[in-house]
């Protein structure tokens, strides 16, 4: 549908370092965007746009206080990241199971 707003999933989400290090900064407390913005050398409307997308895949939400707005992180939609992951688990420990042969036969 041409001019429809792109939603974002979280692996969308995920996939840009910054926006990674703001779920870090919003793990276990709420921010407001000036703080989050002084970790990043971007302007606040960069940082808007970041907190958008993770908006959009529901990992931060964003409640007003004030006259400020505060950020916090929703990690219930890592859960779906985590079991995708876990399908490769088993190659990964194949591939360690088999170093460890090697290193303890040489």
């Known amino acids: ?19 990674r290090e703001v779920l870090q900064l919003l793990a276990g407390r709420e921010l407001p965007i000036s703080a989050i913005t002084s970790h990043f ?16 895949a529901k ?14 992180l929703h990690p219930e939609p890592l859960l779906e990241l985590k079991q995708w992951l876990s399908y ?9 199971s088999m170093l460890k042969h090697v290193v303890e036969h040489r």
């Open 88 to 96: 490769y688990e088993h190659f990964w420990n194949n591939k360690l």
């Open 59 to 72: 990992l931060v939400s964003g409640r007003k206080v004030g006259r400020e707005k505060l950020y916090r």
């Open 1 to 19: 549908m041409a001019g429809a707003a792109q939603k974002y999933d979280v692996f969308q989400a995920i996939a840009d370092p910054t926006r």
């Open 41 to 56: 050398p971007m302007s606040r409307t960069a940082v808007a746009k970041h907190l958008h997308v993770l908006s959009e």
